[in-house]
């Protein structure tokens, strides 16, 4: 099992920046997704869920409205749009499988960071 995020960088207050998360060794569309951030001194925290076929997503509060979810089965990608970025941002994103356990995550990428300043 393989996840590979790109798309990370440094933008100004107000960017956009699109994540990508390559997924391989494994059936990807069979498995839902998510995106997690790490921010200096802060724990992990879940942006962003999405289920297997992309019909039923879910944000956490501070992101609503700025960031959007999606994934392509076709192409093993999943995807994380982020809009009207805020110095708040600024962290490492992560892609995670979510595993068969309650709010378990078995597999995750090495991270892309976003750090937004001016």
């Known amino acids: 099992v393989q996840l590979v995020e790109s798309g990370g960088g440094m933008v100004q207050p107000g960017g956009s920046l699109r994540l990508s998360c390559e997924a391989s060794?494994?059936?990807?569309?069979?498995?839902?997704m998510v995106w997690v951030r790490q921010a200096p001194g802060k724990g992990p925290e879940r942006v962003s869920y999405?289920?297997?076929?992309?019909?039923?997503?879910s944000y956490t509060d501070s992101v609503k409205g700025r960031f959007t979810i999606s994934r392509d089965n076709a192409k093993n990608t999943l995807y994380l749009q982020i809009d009207s970025l805020k110095r708040d941002d600024t962290a490492l994103y992560y892609c995670?499988?979510?595993?068969?356990?309650?709010?378990?995550?078995?597999?995750w990428g090495q991270g892309t960071q976003v750090t937004v300043s001016s």
């Open positions: 999405i289920n297997t076929d992309g019909g039923r997503t």
């Open positions: 995670a499988r979510v595993g068969s356990g309650l709010g378990s995550y078995d597999y």
């Open positions: 060794g494994f059936t990807f569309s069979n498995y839902d």
